[in-house]
């Protein structure tokens, strides 16, 4: 009997087949084209949204990156879901047992996770934004100006030049310090004399000098006072604030001008033995004190 049927069988084999291919190969061929259409799609809207908030002045530079990519996977997982349904897939099922499968894989995958959800924050909480020169204290060692903030990681260009793909959770988990965030910056430097100088003439003399440099702000005002008296010589402090974007400048700027104005002011007693630099240090309360009563 098996015998006869064998035969049978294999003489429907072909007819099964042009079936299955009239019924299904229409179906796959629609699936591929939505996914094409989609994959293009997605692209094409995720540029559109960039262009369209780089053009709206409401939406922060931070946020831009990251809302494009939001769009773009959000299209492709319809279009994913749209082309299974196409084939016959139900993906009522489907999307259960994904979720089953992504909970497998996020356990996988916490690195990754971890750094969308570092991502998340950072744009919620917004300690930067494109175009600050930030520094990570611990870790890594961080520090450059922030290009993008993306769904995974952090773009930072360092001093040198060098782009930085920094993930999220490497910035997010450790303290840092974001060198742009006020609209000021302390800077200092210490003139030493020989104890014969002139204090009062050289407090003037630096006075002026921050005085006419437009990267130095009037308020707060700058300061100039005796830090340190010792048997043979004077030391003095002069603290201002400036712009953050040329504070850098400044800091070159100031060595060298205090010590050609103090030894052009017709004094030898006042030309300075040494100026130097000074970077107060985050437990000097003399930073924010002064800050707060000038504001």
Same mark, same amino acid.
């Given at each position: 009997m098996d !015998? *006869?049927?064998?035969? /049978?069988?294999?003489?429907?084999?072909? !007819? #099964?087949?042009w079936t299955w291919s009239v019924d299904f190969l229409p179906r796959i061929a629609t699936a591929a084209f939505i996914l094409f259409i989609g994959i293009v799609a997605a692209r094409w809207l995720s540029r559109f949204v960039l262009r369209l908030a780089e053009r709206t002045t409401h &939406?922060?530079?931070? +946020?831009?990156? #990251?809302? $494009?990519?939001?769009?773009?996977?959000? &299209?492709?997982?319809?279009?994913?879901? $749209?082309?299974?349904? /196409? &084939? =016959? &897939? /139900? *993906? @009522?099922? %489907?999307?259960?047992?994904? =979720? $089953?499968a992504g909970l497998a894989v996020g356990l996988a995958l916490q690195g990754t996770l971890s750094n969308i959800a570092a991502g998340l924050m950072l744009l919620w909480l917004r300690p930067f934004r494109v175009g600050d020169y930030v520094e990570v204290v611990a870790g890594n060692a961080i520090s450059g100006t922030v290009k993008e903030v993306g769904l995974f990681a952090c773009q930072i260009e360092s001093f040198e030049g060098i782009l930085i793909f920094a993930p999220?959770?490497?910035?997010?988990?450790?303290?840092?310090?974001?060198?742009?965030g006020n609209k000021e910056r302390l800077v200092g +430097?210490? +003139?030493? #004399?020989t104890q014969e100088a002139d204090?009062?003439?050289?407090? @003037?003399?630096? %006075?002026? #000098?921050?005085a006419n440099d437009p990267n130095i702000l009037k308020i707060p005002a700058a300061d100039v006072f005796v830090d340190r008296l010792t048997k043979g010589e004077i030391t003095l402090t002069c603290r201002f604030w400036a712009v953050p974007s040329r504070v =850098?400048? +400044? /800091?070159?700027w100031v060595v060298e001008e205090a010590r050609r104005r103090l030894a052009g002011a017709e004094s030898e007693a006042l030309a300075p033995h040494q100026v130097v630099r000074i970077i107060p240090g985050d437990s000097d309360p003399s930073r924010l004190l002064a800050h707060k009563v000038a504001a």
């Open positions: !015998a *006869t049927l064998a035969p /049978q069988n294999l003489d429907a084999l072909p !007819a #099964m087949i &939406i922060d530079p931070t +946020v831009e990156p #990251m809302l $494009a990519s939001v769009v773009r996977y959000a &299209i492709l997982i319809l279009v994913f879901l $749209a082309a299974l349904s /196409q &084939i =016959g &897939i /139900q *993906t @009522a099922s %489907l999307l259960t047992v994904l =979720g $089953a999220n959770s490497s910035i997010w988990n450790f303290p840092l310090r974001n060198h742009s +430097v210490t +003139v030493v #004399m204090i009062a003439r050289a407090r @003037a003399v630096l %006075l002026d #000098m921050m =850098g400048e +400044v /800091q070159r």
